[in-house]
């Protein structure tokens, strides 16, 4: 097919000659990045026509991208109420090179970021009530007139309804916020806003001996959107419902004047974007171990509420010490859409309105602004700990669409196995279909010995070390079995499981499994903490049936040191407290509750005999009552 024929003929069918092959695919492109016209209709079926393509894996994945960069501004809707400002413009169809590691708003229109960049939140304006409206003890200067962009620019457009003033002051320490919060000190900035130390007042009047928070104050690009409070808050309050060790706690969001913020704790420790700088070599794995795995905790539990993080990068990870990790920004960096939650109210928003990522970390889906997936959360995940590990991003900064152009791939790391490295490439695939599908699974993988693998190892040490003890038992005796106090029985079982356990790795793998005191501390410290959050709010996956429970935790802390009986308590801790529970649920009459929680207590401790017979009434109750 000649070349100027396609070029005059309809654009789907241009389209469907460079699929099947017909015809080169710059002649095309040409063509869209000039196209001004494109009918709704034929973007659709254009895009359509393409995925079916990429589904069967009939064209190059580079290609689908360029020619979906193209397509996908003309289908996705259009914002009924833009921004005040317009973002400058960008070139149609061109992947920009934004700044890497910082957060960036995207224009509703635009196809991939760079097209604003959120400016440094400690030197704009920001915007306050009008003149005699002022909070007591913010340092304001308000002007009297109409707002304005810049010396001489005016907003003569704006009703006085609607308008705006400019503060000439940023904020600074001694700033009173909504009556309550004292700003301290800055404690860091970024894309979306800046952070501040703060004294809470109502904290200070209860005598309370931690009276401080962090606020985060979002920037102007995300007032701007008409909805973004809105959206925000009950984001926020998603994020308040994230109790979990490693995710940090949100207390509120809330506005003073046009200032939107949000409080939550106040950590002491180091950004892990700082952390890693002061590594550039890179950590050994036993060293970023922990972190790692604090960070897919963290996603992991998210992801089971339905919360996709959308902006995880060192950025938003906290150390408090050397290695417990916080989660920050859940819920902000990108307020993603649930189905039911917010349909009864009638509100749909799409957190890509906002466009909130750093391109960096984010995976080509992301910069294309599909819908959120926890598969985005996996490459941003993937990217991290590589850096953790060499102290460098996998593709030197890069964004995704831009090394899988250059055809980049992820370098053998140091110190790590075949199947370690195969998980690191896994989850940084470019494409979503190749990725992998979860942090569990990610995190199985890359885990080593305290992945899959091993857990099926000691699953079987386990068998056998429960067999050589009943055999031991009924040729010596078995009467201690049944009167011993079981909490005694179940820590010596656990203790000596773990023994065996660890003598069995170094049979197999003639090396003697090296005693790591920081790495079980940590272990220890998450364990209590999910004994902490149960005990206040019973729960079931916290304790030992989520990816990440106090069992998993003692369990793993068991293997680095078999003596520790802070461990072995642990987990013996977790029995009771099932048992105490299902208890309470057959004694209120829920039978079928209390039978579900024995048989989770028994999966832990299958020889306990109150426990087996609470199950056996339990079981008995429900089937009377179905009766």
Not at 104 to 113: I, K, Q, S, V
Not at 387 to 393: A, D, I, Q
Not at 533 to 554: C, Q
Request: proline share 7%.
């Amino acid at each position: 097919m000649a070349h100027d024929t396609l070029t005059q003929r309809p654009l789907r069918e241009h389209l469907s000659a460079v699929l099947r092959g017909e015809a080169v695919a710059e002649a095309l492109l040409a063509r869209l990045d000039v196209e001004t016209s494109i009918a709704l209709d034929d973007a659709r079926a254009m895009l359509g026509e393409l995925e079916d393509h990429y589904a069967r894996n009939a064209i190059h994945f580079d290609l689908y991208l360029r020619i979906k960069d193209r397509l996908q501004p003309v289908v996705r809707p259009r914002t009924t109420r833009p921004p005040p400002h317009a973002a400058p413009a960008v070139t149609q169809g061109r992947i920009a090179d934004p700044p890497p590691d910082r957060t960036m708003l995207r224009a509703p229109t635009a196809p991939m970021p760079g097209a604003t960049v959120v400016r440094d939140p400690g030197t704009a304006t920001l915007e306050a009530r009008p003149q005699g409206a002022t909070a007591p003890g913010i340092p304001t200067r308000a002007s009297a007139g109409p707002r304005t962009d810049g010396p001489g620019v005016s907003r003569a457009d704006e009703s006085p309804e609607t308008r705006t003033w400019t503060l000439e002051a940023p904020l600074e320490p001694g700033t009173l916020i909504k009556d309550r919060f004292v700003l301290d000190k800055r404690l860091g900035e970024g894309g979306m806003g800046v952070v501040f130390k703060a004294r809470d007042l109502r904290k200070e009047e209860a005598r309370d001996r931690d009276p401080y928070v962090a606020i985060k104050f979002l920037s102007a690009e995300f007032r701007r959107h008409p909805e973004a409070f809105m959206a925000l808050q009950r984001e926020t309050r998603r994020a308040q419902a994230l109790a979990h060790p490693n995710v940090v706690t949100v207390h509120d969001f809330d506005r003073d004047g046009t200032l939107i913020y949000m409080t939550m704790e106040f950590l002491e420790g180091e950004p892990l974007d700082r952390y890693i700088q002061r590594h550039p070599q890179g950590l050994r794995f036993k060293q970023a171990w922990p972190i790692i795995e604090g960070c897919s905790r963290a996603l992991a539990y998210a992801h089971e509420e339905g919360v996709v993080h959308a902006d995880f990068k060192p950025g938003n990870v906290f150390l408090v010490g050397e290695r417990k990790v916080k989660v920050l920004d859940f819920g902000i960096a990108r307020a993603v859409t649930r189905h039911g939650d917010d349909a009864a109210a009638g509100t749909r928003f799409d957190a890509g309105s906002l466009g909130a990522l750093t391109p960096a970390y984010a995976s080509p889906e992301m910069l294309l602004n599909d819908k959120p997936d926890p598969r985005d959360d996996v490459y941003a995940l993937a990217c991290v700990a590589y850096e953790l590990l060499t102290g460098r991003h996998p593709f030197d900064g890069q964004t995704a669409v831009k090394a899988a152009h250059d055809g980049m791939t992820v370098k053998r790391t140091p110190g790590l196995g075949r199947r370690q490295h195969r998980a690191l490439a896994r989850g940084l695939a470019f494409k979503q279909a190749d990725r992998t599908p979860t942090v569990e699974r990610f995190l199985d993988d890359i885990a080593g010995p305290l992945g899959a693998r091993g857990r099926a190892l000691r699953q079987s040490l386990v068998s056998t070390v429960v067999t050589g003890v009943l055999v031991a038992a009924i040729a010596g005796g078995a009467w201690w079995l049944t009167r011993a106090d079981p909490d005694e029985q179940l820590k010596r079982q656990l203790m000596e499981q773990a023994r065996v356990a660890a003598e069995e790795t170094a049979r197999r793998t003639d090396e003697a499994t090296a005693l790591d005191p920081e790495l079980r501390d940590v272990l220890l410290e998450q364990g209590k903490d999910y004994l902490q959050i149960a005990k206040a709010r019973f729960d079931p996956g916290v304790l030992s049936e989520g990816v990440s429970s106090a069992y998993g935790a003692y369990t793993n802390a068991l293997k680095i040191d078999p003596q520790s009986t802070v461990a072995a308590d642990g987990i013996v801790e977790i029995v009771r407290l099932y048992e105490a529970e299902a208890q309470s649920a057959l004694d209120a009459g829920d039978a079928a509750r209390a039978a579900t929680l024995a048989g989770y207590a028994l999966k832990i401790h299958p020889n306990r005999e109150s426990l087996v017979d609470l199950k056996a009434q339990a079981e008995q109750a429900a089937g009377t009552a179905s009766q």
